[in-house]
């Protein structure tokens, strides 16, 4: 990726800026600290692939904007492409991806932000992590590698290498491993539970045909005691049906005497009847001529009721008009009540106003008062329009000279404070020292035990590591012990073969194959012993190690309380040492600003001001409490204005009602006659008087209406028995036939009773000689009951086994499964077991590092001969050879480290006996491999390399080897950027790109 173009708007310290990389090889990024340098590559990773310093994606906003845009124009491959990626405050992004084509760009851009990133990776074929990795030589990033020890080296470049991937997926095998293991342990539980529950199946299957034999039994006694239960039940059968009939019998015999009876009841009710409708037939005479006068009472009735309605009519009519009239005559009288007050109130406003002016002469006396008054009031305010600003003037000044005061006063104080506490720390400045120095003694022992500590502790890990591979080399063994003693097995048949070429032996073979064999066995079985022995010595000593890790671990404990403790006491100690000094100089300002308070020394032009405007204000001669008092004379006499009005409104009033009075009297005298009026010559009145005569007319008598009603009521017991007599003359002859219909029911009823009464004597004969089977029948149905007990449990058992059964025959086939899913578990336990092993560091990690390595080195040395003249070379050494004590070829082993050595013209020596040129050569070199090599790997080629190793770390002999590095290997690359912030090394380079903050934000400038 080669830098074409950057264009900034609002983007962290930038406001507006534009970057042209066109015809820039080797560049210089220069200006102070915080110019807005690192902000530029962090404009090209924040356009590209969205990552920047800011922990919040709107921090990269610049204050006080809405949005930012970075437009980065870049070339891949001969083709230029170009990412513009904006942000609103508070919203989300906007990417855009464009190729260049003859007609312009060309959008590439995907369908949201997250497929357009993927497509931007897709050609680039760096990611960030890559990228900055690669071709970004951050500060630190070589010494970081080379001045690591051995053995964690490969552990950084692990992590450049990206190869943590591998520790993830290593955790991922490990946990499916256990998660099939502990699935085959339980598979394991459960088979050996199927398998005894499995176990039954043999003793259920007996008892199954031993319950089904018992129930064949059973059924079939069962079956006959059935068969006498229904020939018993027949013969009840029978007799039920007897004894059903006798019942019907008896119930037609007892309802026929019932009817025979209820027949001779009704004759003797019919008979009754009779009687009295022959009694009432006897009075035919005498009852039509009381209802004659019933008929005629009720005709007078009927006449005065008609009388009543019309005098009820006019009553009413009368009552309603008299109302009208008393109504109309009220609402004349009402008026004239309000009038009559009116005038009543006309003569007390009369009195009122007479009161208001009689007291006119006081009044004008009062006004005199009051307009003398409001003169002075008027000269007061004139004078306070001209004091006034002088009392602000006054109290600013006064106020300024109180804070100039007071500033003194607290500053004083503050001189006293500081010089009480600058005397107390002098006083503890010996025993400062004597702390520090007692500190620091026991923070270089501390250090010396870190020290030890670090290598107790790398001794641990390198007797972890052997005990690993011992552990390795033990499992080995043990196989292959039982490889032999499997063939020694095979040796003891009487026809045994080769185990290698499995062709026949005869005697002498078989001697010579079973000796060889024995005899590796037992070196096998010696060489196990000796791996056996070197673990629990190597084990002992793991022991020792972590004892004394814990007890120096312990001791280290305070170790960073004392380091803060140490800080604090020179920081004490520093500010005590100028104490005396400080005293000297404090006392000087103090005794000055005594002096200044006491004979006010301070503000003189304030002071003068203040003095000329007392002057002034003591000529103009205004007192605020004159002005207070002349104001309240004022208030005093101005009721006499309110009087004033009073009486002018008095005047006016009374001309008002002198108008009035008059009209309200005339008005009093028209109401009084229209009362007269409506009591005599009204229309309601008229009304009245013709309704009192009608009434009169009418001629109704209450009392006469009273009796006469009271007579209808005494003959309306005539109008009854009129009726009565209408009904018994109908009624009496169809009684008599009714007489002779009940007595021929009733010698018909007593006939059939007789014929019942035979019937019942003879189903009682028959019954009487029957057996009665009901004893039998309910013993051998309790019988039956037990059977079906009997019978049911059984069936039951039977169920539970054959239930049984089955359940067994399902176990069977679970059985079957689970001991295909427990091989499954083993195989996928084996298989994720060794993926884990092949996921570790000792597997793929391990085989990709030792395949990475030769390139690395062929790559380092390839530059680093440009660097040094072909004065130096590389060799990368992963393992060496060590001994556990025993100077033995079997107790030589091989321990993992990552060794450089470096070969000159004086021989091969390692990497950490370098220092100053060649050292910083070496780093260089590796460094920039690892760039190369990490973006191969991806698939890029590293065209562009940034590089900020800190020219302000480096002397100046160092900054020259950096610049010489850097012109060393710039043909490999197509764009080189620096990044410094001393001014004096921008010399070195042709192209500078000066950056510099101002008030508008920072601003960029390309010198070439």
């Known amino acids: 990726m080669i830098p074409v173009q950057l264009i900034l708007k609002n983007f962290l310290s930038y406001r507006d800026a534009t970057l042209d990389f066109r015809g820039l090889h080797t560049a210089c990024i220069s200006g102070s600290n915080g110019a807005g340098k690192s902000s530029l590559l962090e404009a090209i990773t924040w356009a590209i692939w969205g990552e920047s310093r800011a922990s919040v994606e709107d921090d990269v906003i610049h204050a006080g904007a809405k949005e930012v845009r970075v437009d980065f124009t870049f070339q891949i491959n001969q083709q230029i492409y170009r990412v513009i990626r904006t942000r609103i405050r508070g919203a989300t992004g906007v990417l855009e991806f464009q190729i260049e084509t003859p007609a312009g760009f060309r959008p590439l851009t995907g369908k949201g932000v997250r497929a357009t990133q993927d497509l931007i990776l897709e050609h680039i074929k760096l990611d ?62 459960s088979l050996e539970a199927i398998k005894v529950q499995l176990q039954q199946r043999e003793f259920t ?21 059935n068969i006498q239960l229904q020939s018993l039940q027949v013969v009840q059968h029978q007799r039920q049906n007897w004894e059903q009939q006798l019942s019907f019998v008896r119930q037609q015999y007892q309802n026929l005497t019932q009817d025979c009876d209820r027949l001779h009841q009704e004759q003797s009710s019919v008979k009754t009847q009779l009687a009295e409708l022959a009694a009432i037939l006897n009075q035919e005479a005498e009852i039509k001529n009381g209802y004659a006068h019933y008929q005629s009472l009720q005709s007078q009735e009927e006449a005065f009721a008609a009388k009543f309605e019309q005098h009820t009519r006019a009553t009413t009519l009368r009552q309603q008009k008299q109302q009208q009239l008393t109504q109309q005559i009220h609402e004349i009288e009402r008026q004239l009540q309000q009038v009559q007050a009116q005038l009543e109130a006309l003569a007390q406003q009369e009195q009122e106003i007479q009161h208001t002016l009689s007291k006119s002469g006081e009044v004008e006396a009062a006004l005199g008062q009051l307009n003398a008054a409001r003169r002075r009031v008027v000269q007061l305010d004139e004078l306070q329009m001209q004091v006034s600003p002088l009392l602000q003037q006054r109290q600013s000044l006064q106020t300024y000279l109180d804070r100039i005061q007071a500033s003194l006063v607290a500053r004083l104080e503050q001189i006293q404070a500081t010089e009480n506490q600058l005397q107390r720390a002098s006083q503890r400045h010996p025993e400062l020292q004597q702390a520090v120095m007692a500190v620091a003694m026991q923070i270089e022992q501390m250090e010396k035990e870190r020290v030890y500590l670090q290598r107790v502790q790398e001794k641990g890990q390198e007797r972890r590591h052997f005990i690993e591979r011992l552990q390795g080399q033990q499992r080995e063994y043990e196989r292959l012990l039982g490889e032999l003693d499997q063939k020694l097995q095979m040796l003891r048949n009487p026809d045994a073969i080769c185990p290698l070429c499995e062709r026949p032996l005869d005697e002498h073979h078989w001697n010579r194959v079973a ?45 960073d309380s004392l380091r803060e403790q140490r800080g604090q006491l020179a920081a004490q100690l520093e500010s005590t040492s100028d104490a005396e000094e400080q005293l000297q100089q404090l006392a000087q300002e103090r005794e000055h600003l005594e002096r200044s308070l006491q004979v006010g020394d301070y503000a003189h032009d304030k002071q003068q001001e203040l003095r000329k405007l007392d002057e002034y204000l003591q000529q103009l001669n205004y ?41 309200l009297q005339a008005t009093i005298a028209q109401l009084q006659t229209r009362i007269q009026q409506e009591q005599t010559d009204s229309e309601c009145a008229q009304q009245i008087t013709a309704l009192e005569r009608q009434i009169t007319e009418i001629g109704y008598s209450a009392e006469q209406h ?197 070969a000159d013209a004086k021989g091969t020596r390692a990497y950490e006996t370098y220092s100053g040129g060649e050292a910083f050569r070496i780093n260089f070199a590796i460094r920039l491999a690892m760039a190369k090599l990490l973006a191969q790997r991806a698939g890029a080629a590293l065209q562009l390399l940034i590089i900020d190793e800190g020219f302000g770390t480096q002397d100046a002999e160092g900054c020259d080897r950096l610049i010489a590095a850097i012109n060393a290997i710039a043909s490999d690359f197509a764009c080189i950027l620096t990044v410094t912030h001393m001014p004096h090394l921008k010399e070195a380079f042709q192209a500078r790109i000066e950056v510099h903050k101002t008030q508008q934000g920072s601003q960029v400038r390309l010198s070439v």
């Open 706 to 902: 009273n009796n006469l009603r009271q007579a209808v009521r005494q003959s309306q017991g005539w109008q009854l028995r009129y009726q009565q007599l209408l009904s018994a003359q109908q009624q009496y002859p169809q009684l008599q036939g009714r007489l002779q219909e009940l007595e021929a029911a009733k010698t018909t009823r007593l006939n059939e009773r007789q014929q019942l009464a035979s019937q019942i004597d003879e189903i009682v004969q028959q019954l009487a000689q029957s057996a009665n089977p009901i004893e039998q029948i309910q013993a051998l149905e309790q019988q039956l009951a037990i059977r079906r007990r009997q019978l049911d449990e059984q069936i039951a058992k039977l169920g539970r086994l054959e239930q049984l059964a089955l359940q067994l025959e399902t176990l069977q086939v679970q059985y079957e499964e689970q001991q295909q899913q427990l091989q499954a578990c083993k195989k996928q336990y084996r298989v994720y077991h060794e993926l884990a092993l092949a996921f570790g560091k000792n597997g793929i990690q391990a085989l990709m590092i030792e395949n990475v390595l030769p390139q690395l080195e062929a790559e380092t040395n390839q530059l680093l001969a440009r660097l040094s003249a072909n004065q130096l070379h590389v060799q990368f050494v992963t393992q060496k050879a060590g001994r556990s004590g025993k100077s033995t070829k079997k107790n030589a082993k091989l321990i993992d480290t990552l060794d450089i050595l470096i």
């Open 623 to 663: 007192n605020e409490q004159d002005h207070v008092l002349a104001r309240s004379e004022v208030e005093r006499w101005r009721w006499a204005e309110i009087k004033q009005g009073q009486i002018k409104d008095a005047l006016k009033r009374q001309t008002q009602l002198a108008a009035r009075k008059p009209e």
């Open 515 to 559: 000796d060889k064999t024995k005899s590796e066995y037992k070196e096998t079985e010696e060489q196990l012993w000796v791996f056996r022995e070197q673990l629990a010595c190597t084990d002992r000593e793991i022991q020792a190690l972590r004892q004394e890790y814990r007890a120096i671990s312990q001791k280290l404990s305070p170790y």
């Open 128 to 189: 960030y992590d890559t990228f900055i990795n690669s071709a970004y030589l951050r500060q630190g990033r070589a010494d970081e590698f080379m001045l690591k020890r051995p053995t964690e080296r490969k552990e950084i470049l692990a992590e450049l290498l990206k190869l943590t991937q591998y520790d993830d997926l290593e955790e991922r095998a490990k946990e499916s491993s256990r998660q099939y293991k502990a699935r085959a342990e339980e598979l394991e539980r």
């Open 205 to 225: 299957e007996a008892q199954r045909v031993e319950l089904e034999a018992e129930l064949n039994q059973l059924q079939q006694v069962q079956a006959f005691e």
